[in-house]
């Protein structure tokens, strides 16, 4: 089975940018739709990008054009580019790997956009 491990969230200004990553082991990523939710303090988690098996993308409205999900299939990671980021992106950041009815998380990463 899949374990996931994200990384590269932190603080930065708005306008800045940041690229968070989801390391997949113990299982090859390339079978997988893999997507980015976001939670940010008493919302319910939402979907930030996907990206199917075929490596097409797909973004929520508010994140269209400020960010880039991608995959690298030799390093079994997914990234999601983040640029413009605005305070209102400030969240906690899931990685979710689905697959044939069996859908694994990560543990999460704090991105926080303040000045």
């Known amino acids: 089975q899949v374990q996931l491990v994200e990384s590269g969230g932190g603080l930065v200004q708005p306008g800045g940018s940041l690229r968070l990553s989801c390391a997949a082991s113990?299982?090859?990523?390339?079978?997988?739709?893999v997507g980015w939710y976001r939670q940010a303090p008493g919302k319910q988690r939402e979907l930030v990008a996907v990206?199917?098996?075929?490596?097409?993308?797909t973004y929520a409205e508010s994140v269209k054009g400020r960010f880039t999900i991608s995959r690298d299939g030799a390093k079994n990671t997914v990234y999601l580019q983040m640029n413009s980021l605005r305070p209102e992106d400030t969240a906690v950041y899931y990685c979710?790997?689905?697959?044939?009815?069996?859908?694994?998380w990560g543990q999460g990463t704090q991105v926080t956009v303040s000045s």
């Open positions: 979710n790997a689905y697959n044939l009815g069996s859908s694994k």
């Open positions: 990206i199917t098996r075929a490596n097409n993308p």
């Open positions: 113990g299982s090859s990523f390339s079978t997988y739709v």
